[in-house]
C-alpha cells in the first residue's frame, strides 16, 4: 500500500510538470504564432518599402524629364521670340530697338541701348510684345497641331498700319487667322463679318 501510494503521489508529480510542460509548450506555440506574424508584416513592410522606393525612382526621373523638357521649351520660346523681335522691330514701327526674355521669363526692352520700363511703352507697343510672347509659345508648343486657328480678340490699342502688318505676320502661322478690329480700321483681303446681321 504504501508503494502504491508513493507511486500515485510520483504519478501526481508527473502530471503536473506534464501539464506545465503542456501549458508552457502552448504559450511558446502562441509566442511562435506571433513572432510570425511579426515577420510576415516585416517581410510585407520590406516589400512596400521597396516598391516605394522603385516608385520614387520613377518619380525622380519622370520630374528630371519633365525639368528637362520644360527647360528645353522655355528655350524654344526665348529663341521664337527672339526671332519674332527681329521681325517686329523691323517691320512695326516701334520705340524700342530690341527686347528679349530673361531665363526667368521677365520681358526686358533697350531703347537707345539701354533698359527702359515696360512703363515707358505705348499700349500699342505693349500689346505688340506680348502678342509676339504669345506667338512664341505657339510655336515653340507646336499648338498649330493641335488647333489650327489662331484667334485675337480686342486688339484695340495698335494703330491700323500695325493691326494691317499683325495681320499679314500671323497669316502663315496657322490654317484661320481671326481678330476683331474696330470699324475704322482697314480689312485689306479680309473677309469681313458684321455680328449686327446676326440673329
Do not use: C, H
Amino acid at each position: 500500500d504504501e508503494q502504491i501510494e508513493a507511486l500515485e503521489g510520483e504519478v501526481d508529480d508527473e502530471d503536473r510538470e506534464l501539464a506545465d510542460v503542456q501549458s508552457e509548450r502552448k504559450y511558446k506555440e502562441a509566442e511562435l504564432e506571433d513572432l510570425e506574424a511579426e515577420i510576415e508584416a516585416a517581410e510585407a513592410a520590406v516589400e512596400e518599402v521597396e516598391k516605394l522606393e522603385t516608385q520614387e525612382e520613377n518619380l525622380e526621373s519622370e520630374i528630371q524629364d519633365l525639368r528637362t523638357r520644360k527647360d528645353e521649351m522655355q528655350s524654344r520660346i526665348r529663341s521664337a521670340f527672339d526671332s519674332s523681335i527681329e521681325t517686329l522691330v523691323a517691320e512695326f514701327e516701334t520705340s524700342f530697338e530690341t527686347a528679349r526674355l530673361t531665363s526667368q521669363f521677365e520681358l526686358v526692352v533697350a531703347r537707345n541701348g539701354r533698359q527702359v520700363s515696360l512703363d515707358a511703352l505705348s499700349e500699342g507697343e505693349v500689346e505688340l510684345l506680348g502678342l509676339v510672347t504669345a506667338v512664341a509659345g505657339f510655336n515653340a508648343y507646336d499648338v498649330e497641331e493641335v488647333t489650327p486657328v489662331i484667334l485675337l480678340d480686342q486688339v484695340g490699342a495698335l494703330a491700323d498700319d500695325n493691326l494691317t502688318l499683325l495681320a499679314d505676320y500671323l497669316d502663315d502661322r496657322a490654317d484661320s487667322l481671326v481678330l476683331t478690329a474696330y470699324p475704322e480700321n482697314t480689312t485689306v483681303g479680309a473677309q469681313q463679318i458684321d455680328t449686327a446681321q446676326w440673329q
